[in-house]
């Protein structure tokens, strides 16, 4: 029973990860609706998902060392709450802080227990 535990706590914050990448890269393709050359598509798709791969790369990182990927994912949460609060204020962005950072804030701590787990 305690295997099966382990095997849960392991592989949720990484399968939740992958699919919260996916849903950041989605947002993406509103590029094609512009309307515009090759190269701008190229280069906006690339602009549009810098935030994705980003976490790409912490999802590798923390992939063996779960302290970088608690730390990563919930600072990205509190870095697109402070992005939003820079712009003027409308209550829509409730729901888009809760959509974007809210899930980031549960993988990081996610991958926080599966840290304080591995530890002990």
Known sequence: MEKKINGFIYWTPR?????????????????????????????GLFMHNLPALALLIILIISWRYEIVG????????FAYIILLIMNPFEWY???????????????????FIN??????
């Open 15 to 43: 399968i939740l990860s992958i699919i919260f990448i996916i849903f950041l890269v989605l947002f993406s393709l509103d590029i094609f609706d512009l309307k515009l050359g090759f190269w701008q598509t190229i280069v």
């Open 70 to 77: 608690g730390i990563a994912f919930l600072l990205a949460g």
């Open 93 to 111: 962005m409730l729901s888009w802080s809760l959509t974007i950072a809210g899930p980031a804030w549960l993988i990081g701590i996610l991958f």
């Open 115 to 120: 840290w304080f787990k591995k530890k002990n």
